[in-house]
């Protein structure tokens, strides 16, 4: 059942002003629009009281690894004086509290070098991100997803990332007799949203495809995620020397375009059910598709960056620490049950098949760092 919402309106005015919308300007006024947007609302998105699940909801043992390869980058970059960690996207800053704690804990030499920027969509979320982390807040600084893009922020250290370029707009495309066709967002004479097809609404698209050798199958739909690649070029400005560790689901372009996936990747999620239709209840629903790693590793190449590590988070995870992690649990003096039910826990973050170990990648990019020697790297159980 469709739902109307404060967004249906200034869609609707939006495309009588316009005529129709991209399907990223659609998405873009559903995540984003001040105030109604999904992410720019109040209310919990993430975890139990919200919609989906993301890793750093499971265990804070995911911070933790994320946080051994950190200490590590900063090591292998010869254990600099200072060292900055930038993570867009932090949401209510779990991950980065998960991160801080680690490091507070056990790299003291790295945590005293330290500070660590917030970039964030919403501003709004600083005020939970202050409480999340009120024991490092000396070693904090906010700064906007706009002065990221400018580059103006240059620094020495890490960007990293968890489920943000999943949630950026994209636009979509369908292969027909005519062509490769964008698909826009209209609206019926009833009032509801429809789609309709015609020409790209720029050239970028059909050139991120050729770029990739894609070529879609008759009437296969897909995403063209613009954004991706200007974020990592920002991340890749903003970083003198260092490394981008992007966490998210996704596929190589071979895969992701394969053409099984008839119609493309998109899902909303709404209380822990999935729905595909983007149109049922705007600004309510999360909208996202999976990331195409292959243009986030050309994007690295063109500016000089190196691809270091590229897999799925299972893999990640196991060579950097989680077994660990594991290991201490186990060694802890908390009950049997208890060790028990976190065995269990962990078992989601690092299973293959069914849980987020698999579809859940991890892609580590270099920059200025001489043959860096990451955690990743090592083999699983050699
Ligand atoms: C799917 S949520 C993930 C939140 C958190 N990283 C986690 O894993 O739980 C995506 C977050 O990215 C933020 N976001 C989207 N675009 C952004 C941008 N350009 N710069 C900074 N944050 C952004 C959204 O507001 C939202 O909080």
Not at 196 to 211: F, H, N
Not at 238 to 260: C, E, H, N
Not at 352 to 368: A, C, H, R, W, Y
Request: aromatic share 10%; proline share 4%.
């Amino acid at each position: 059942m469709i739902e109307i919402t404060p967004l249906n309106e200034i869609l609707t005015a939006l495309i009588a002003k316009k005529g129709r919308i991209t399907f990223a300007e659609y998405m873009s006024v559903c995540l984003y629009e001040p105030g109604f947007g999904y992410y720019t609302s109040p209310g919990r998105k993430v975890g139990a009281e919200g919609d989906f699940y993301t890793s750093i909801t499971v265990h804070a043992a995911f911070g933790r690894v994320v946080a051994r390869e950190i200490a590590q980058m900063w090591r292998t970059m010869g254990s600099p004086a200072g060292f900055t960690l930038l993570e867009c996207g932090a949401g209510n800053g779990r991950l980065a509290c998960d991160i801080m704690d680690f490091l507070k804990e056990r790299e003291s030499a790295m945590y005293a070098v330290l500070c660590l920027v917030l970039v964030e969509q919403e501003p709004s979320l600083e005020s939970a991100q202050r409480e999340m982390l009120a024991a490092h807040l000396e070693k904090i600084s906010w700064s906007s997803s706009e002065k990221f893009a400018s580059g103006d922020l240059v620094f020495s250290g890490c960007v990293y990332s968890n489920e943000l370029l999943d949630a950026l707009p994209v636009h979509r495309v369908v292969m027909t007799s005519d062509g490769l066709k964008e698909i826009f967002v209209t609206c019926s004479n009833e009032g509801e949203f429809i789609e309709e097809v015609g020409q790209p609404s720029t050239p970028d698209i059909e050139a991120y495809l050729k770029r990739l050798n894609v070529e879609l199958f008759p009437a296969q739909q897909a995403e063209v995620n613009l954004n991706a690649p200007k974020w990592l070029s920002a991340a890749s400005k903003a970083l003198k020397q260092g490394f981008i560790m992007t966490i998210d689901y996704g596929y190589p372009a071979v895969d992701l375009y394969a053409s099984r996936r008839k119609l493309g990747t998109l899902l909303c999620y709404y209380r822990h059910q999935t729905e595909e239709n983007p149109y049922l209840r705007p600004g309510l629903q999360d909208i996202t598709t999976h990331v195409d790693f292959t243009t986030l590793m050309n994007c690295a190449e063109d500016a000089g960056m190196k691809n270091i590590w590229f897999g799925e988070q299972y893999r990640f995870l196991m060579s950097a620490g989680i077994i660990e992690e594991i290991e201490e649990i186990e060694r802890s003096a908390i009950s049997e049950d208890e060790k028990l039910r976190l065995r269990l826990t962990l078992k989601k973050l690092i299973m293959p098949e069914g849980g987020m170990g698999d579809t859940f990648k991890v892609l580590i990019q270099s920059k200025n760092v001489i043959a860096p020697k990451l955690l990743c790297q090592r083999r699983i159980g050699g």
